[in-house]
């Protein structure tokens, strides 16, 4: 099985600051790193590095090579990514000592592909492929509509957050992925208690996968056995330096769990341990762990009480 990740790619521009700039203010930054990130290739290397088979579908400049080779390099198949004379997609990211992280984007190529592309991808795809969407790309809804005329499973990473867009593809969604304040920003919750009895009464037919940062993550979905009975992980305990891409990371591990075989339960708490070492490094796609750092901190760490 394939997961086609129709997703973002950025350079990021990571600046370490005492806190965020505020209005009218000059600082000087601790340190700076250009590194390879984007909502999409982080789930991309996250994806390749838990062991599944991933193609990411996405658009960079042609002058970028060292993109390309440094996703080769992670296991991430980049056939399907165009080369065009757009810019590529970065991001400006501060980062304050508490390991806090305040986030720019600018599209740039991300937001040039075609419909052609699009279908050209999707003919590829065969029953028990999945295709992964964020929401740095354009055609979001358009892929969607293609992957159910596949018959390909779509899950969602609503990320930057359009409620409008959301609510408009959710019937087109079989697993949606969101944090806390994206689903308290779905529902019209004004907190996350609310936010998680609500969601399944107003979308009772809608996987979830809720993550609730150092509270664990949430899970529910249609079926008899969960409609009443939520699944809820605790995270695990750890020192974080930077959270830039815990929850791509968390994304990746889940769904190559998912797609082995592997019971819910037991993917969650994966993708829970996946995300806890990736917090205590700097950076994006290089702070994602391999399946091997997630069996060794797992055999290592009591595993969080979950119902």
Request: glycine fraction near 6%.
């Amino acid at each position: 099985m394939t997961i086609y990740n129709v997703g973002s790619i950025n350079l990021d521009h990571l600046y370490q600051l005492d806190h965020f700039v505020r209005p009218g203010e000059t600082m000087a930054s601790d340190s700076y790193q250009c590194l390879l990130g984007g909502k999409g290739a982080n789930q991309s290397v996250a994806l390749a590095k838990a062991g599944a088979q991933v193609k990411h579908v996405g658009a960079i400049h042609h002058n970028d090579q060292a993109i390309i080779k440094q996703l080769e390099s992670l296991g991430v198949d980049t056939g399907l990514i165009k080369q065009l004379d757009v810019p590529t997609g970065h991001a400006i990211i501060q980062l304050t000592k508490e390991a806090e992280n305040s986030i720019i984007l600018y599209q740039g190529a991300n937001h040039a592909l075609t419909e052609a592309q699009v279908d050209d991808v999707l003919s590829q795809a065969v029953a028990g492929d999945w295709v992964l969407l964020q929401n740095e790309t354009n055609l979001i809804e358009y892929t969607m509509r293609k992957a159910q005329e596949h018959n390909v499973k779509v899950a969602f990473n609503p990320a930057p957050m359009d409620v409008d867009l959301t609510k408009q593809v959710l019937s087109l969604v079989d697993l949606l992925i969101v944090n806390e304040v994206e689903a308290m920003d779905l529902i019209g919750a004004a907190d996350i208690d609310s936010a998680i009895e609500d969601f399944p009464k107003a979308y009772p037919d809608l996987a979830v996968l809720m993550t609730l940062g150092k509270a664990g993550v949430c899970y529910f979905d249609g079926s008899k056995s969960n409609a009443d009975n939520k699944i809820s992980v605790n995270a695990f305990s750890v020192d974080a330096v930077d959270t830039t891409a815990a929850g791509d990371t968390f994304i990746g591990f889940c769904l190559s769990s998912i797609m082995k075989g592997e019971d819910i339960t037991k993917s969650i708490i994966r993708a829970c341990a996946a995300s806890a070492i990736c917090v205590t490094r700097l950076g994006a796609a290089s702070s994602i762990p391999t399946e091997q750092e997630v069996d060794e901190f797992l055999a290592k760490n009591s595993l969080p009480n979950k119902n």
